[in-house]
T-cell receptor, first 115, second 113 residues
């Protein structure tokens, strides 16, 4: 069965510093990987995805993520954090084995940017 | 383009009552999802449709939850009877296909008292 792990419930970063939110996955086939952000009382917003090609993908609001097949990871990064980046971040995966395309989410990481 | 529409936004019911949620996906999106998000947890997939057909409902508590997608467009999720542990936000999402990113509605916050 496919799964996603976000090992850190909470990440605190000073404004202006680089940030990393970690994600690892487990699938039997090839993964499609996604990052979403959730602000208070809002639905999830799509940030970026990896399907194939370049291991470094760029998304909305200056975020990027690096796919590492050997480490089965897809960490979210940003070079310089903003206070407005404070939110709940979710990693998600699809297993591309035919017949198992369901979208599975991790438990989330709360990112707090300290002014 | 219009986003995923859900109603109602909030619902409070007593345990053992029934409740229904409605979702209208983005036009042209064949795949529709219902997720349950309990406070402090990640979204849990309840059911995934591809057009009219069910792709996955392995985590849907079928003794009390049901969902349908009429004509491959709108969808309703029903709970009957509700339990206290059903208190959560119910999120509907849609995607162009099963491989594409999903777009989410704002959710329905259900409180069972």
């Amino acid at each position: 069965a496919q799964s996603v792990a976000q090992p850190e419930d909470q990440v605190n970063v000073a404004e202006g510093n680089p940030l990393t939110v970690k994600c690892t996955y487990s699938v039997s086939g090839n993964p499609y990987l996604f990052w979403y952000v959730q602000y208070p009382n809002r639905g999830l917003q799509f940030l970026l995805k990896y399907i194939t090609g370049d291991n470094l993908v760029k998304g909305s609001y200056g975020f990027e993520a690096e796919f590492n097949k050997s480490q089965t990871s897809f960490h979210l990064k940003k070079p310089s954090a903003l206070v407005s980046d404070s939110a709940l971040y979710f990693c998600a995966v699809r297993d591309m084995n035919f017949g198992n395309e369901k979208l599975t989410f991790g438990t989330g990481t709360r990112l707090t940017i300290i002014p | 383009e219009a986003g995923v529409a859900q109603s109602p936004r909030y619902k409070i019911i007593e345990k053992r009552q029934s409740v229904a949620f409605w979702c209208n996906p983005i036009s042209g999106h064949a795949t529709l999802y219902w997720y349950q998000q309990i406070l402090g947890q990640g979204p849990k997939l309840l059911i995934q449709f591809q057009n009219n057909g069910v792709v996955d409902d392995s985590q849907l508590p079928k003794d009390r939850f049901s969902a349908e997608r009429l004509k491959g467009v709108d969808s309703t999720l029903k709970i009957q009877p509700a339990k206290l542990e059903d208190s959560a936000v119910y999120l509907c999402a849609s995607s162009y296909g099963q491989l594409a990113e999903a777009f989410f509605g704002q959710g329905t916050r259900l409180t069972v008292v």
